[in-house]
Structures are given as C-alpha cells and as structure tokens.
C-alpha cells in the first residue's frame, strides 16, 4: 500500500495489531466491519457488507467446509456483532448458478432473478438464521478469501461523474476496474465475477453510480485496501478542488437562520407524513457549509 497508517487525511486508520490477532477468523471479520464502520465517510449507516470465507467443521459430516460469512440485511458495519452475519455453505452457492441458469425467466431485473434470493437459505451454515444480503451473491463469486463492498462518500462522488470510466484508470492506475450501474442481484454479481476473472491483476470493481468493492486474501491487507480506494479517490477529488467554482458556482444565497427554521417548521411534518404511510422516518437536517455550497450551487 502506498499508504502508512499515519498518511491517511480523508478517513481514520483504526486498525491494532495487538487486538485483530487474538481473534478468531469470524470475529476478526466482525471487527474489520466495526473499524470500517466507525467512520461515516466510509460507508452510510446499514450500507456496505464485508465478508470472508472460513474453513469450519460441518457439524453433519465432520468434514472440513468452506464457509461464507457475510454481513447479513439491515444490519450496521459499525454496531455489527457475529449475530448480525449470515454463514453459508460456499459451495451450495456456488452451485445456485446451474439452478439460475435453467430458469425460463432469468435475466437483469427478472422474475427469475428474484426468486434467487429466496435460495440463499437453502444454502444456510449450522442452521443460522440471519437473512442474507442481496449482495451475497457478489460476495461469493469473487474467488478471495476477504471482499469489502462500500459506499464511500469519495468514491461515490466518481461514480456519479459523467466521466466515471475514465475516471477510474486515471485515479486508480488501472487497479481498479469499471462496471456500470446495475440493480445488485444475481446478474450485477456475475458481470462482477467476469470483470474479476479477466482482469488478475486488479484490487477491486468500482461500481457505477453505487461505490465500490475490493478484495484480498488477508483480513487486515483487505481492509487497507479499501482505506486506499477511498483515501486515492478523496485526494484526487481534493488537489481538482475548483474553490467558489466547484459545482459550477453560487447560484442561490442561503436563507437566514430563522427563516429556515420557520420554512422547516412548516415543510417537515408534511412530508415526513407523506413519506412515512408505510415505514415510518425522521428527518435529518444538515446546513453545515459544504451541504450548503452543494445545495445553493449551479448543480
């Protein structure tokens, strides 16, 4: 990594030595999710999923199996604990794509992709209940022992240029390649899968208009490699900075204090009410002055 712990500016190195190597493989896979999860500039609270594949013992024959441990849905990088991870047998995944493939319906956005998502429980290690991500697929088609997918702000930020392929050679020197935006899911995993097996020399897949995922054969070099993806992507972001220019300029002046909060007063209960019907939500507001230059900006 051309990165040492101390050279990061755009996100936190957290990662200890002396605590990571006590623990076994499952919880060192929890403890990379918390460390990433810490900072918010890597990933939005309940996104991202990180993963590793471990060698358990099948409590059914007593053999060795490989096993796919991977965040499961709704849980959070940050707060993640062992019961918050899904166990699969890897090979039962593997072996989803024959069934995939003979479906009538199967295709991006099909019928027959959806119904693979009702699988993955058929796949389920030691009978664990936790629900597995959409993301599962991706997770075991790359052929590497630990894999982070994430939504960094940085990188995201490339991800919604109009530039976004370019970007990503220029950026990342070639080690990081190119998938544009697809629904995640069954098809998006094997146009992964794809991109992975043609290009071996590549350290992850920058996902179009979505973030990123990168992999390695060790925990700790994994997780560094997506402090490298980020902190790349920011100091390139930060050294194009354009000043009062960037997002084309000042396009409107912002409100004062009091009439903002005389405007929200009356605008967020009715739309959170209208929004709310099915889920309920609360609303964040933000006006620190970077959300502000965005938002008042010729963009």
């Known amino acids: 990594m051309p990165y040492q712990p101390d050279d990061y500016r755009h996100v936190n190195y957290l990662w200890e030595d002396d605590v990571a190597d006590k623990l076994d493989p499952v ?9 990433l999860g810490e900072d918010q500039r890597i990933t939005n609270t309940g996104g991202g999923n990180t993963s590793a594949k471990i060698m358990e013992k099948d409590p059914l024959t007593g053999q060795e199996v490989e096993v796919l441990w991977v965040k499961g849905s709704g ?15 890897e090979d039962k995944l593997r072996a989803l794509d024959e069934v995939y493939q003979v479906y009538p319906d199967k295709g991006y ?14 796949c389920n290690f030691c009978l664990n209940p936790r629900a597995s991500s959409i993301d599962t697929p991706l997770h075991s088609m790359i052929d590497e022992k630990h894999v982070d997918h994430l939504h960094p702000n940085a990188v995201i930020s490339v991800a919604s240029c109009k530039d976004q392929e370019k970007l ?22 094997k146009v992964c ?30 997780y ?20 009062e220019m960037t997002f084309g300029g000042q396009k409107y002046q912002s409100l004062s204090e009091s009439a903002r909060t005389e405007l929200l007063t009356a605008f967020l209960p009715v739309a959170r009410g209208l929004i709310s019907n099915k889920v309920k939500f609360i609303g ?4 620190d002055d970077n959300t502000l230059r965005f938002v008042n900006s010729v963009c």
């Open 284 to 287: 964040t507001v933000q006006t």
């Open 75 to 89: 849980g959070d990088l940050r707060t993640s604990t062992k019961e918050n991870f899904s166990s699969l047998y």
């Open 109 to 122: 956005k099909s019928a027959g992709e959806d119904r693979m998502v009702g699988m993955f429980k058929h």
């Open 27 to 35: 919880e060192n896979l929890v403890y990379r999710s918390n460390k």
């Open 168 to 189: 990503t050679e220029v950026i990342w020197g070639g080690k990081l390649a190119y998938v544009p935006w697809m629904r995640p899911g069954w098809e998006a995993a």
């Open 224 to 243: 560094e490699t997506s402090l490298w993806v980020i902190e790349t992507a920011a100091r390139y972001i930060e050294e194009h900075d354009k000043g």
């Open 193 to 222: 899968e794809d991109t992975y097996k043609a290009n071996p020399d590549i350290w992850g897949i920058l996902l179009g208009q979505h973030g990123h995922t990168n992999w390695s054969s060790e925990s700790k070099s994994c």
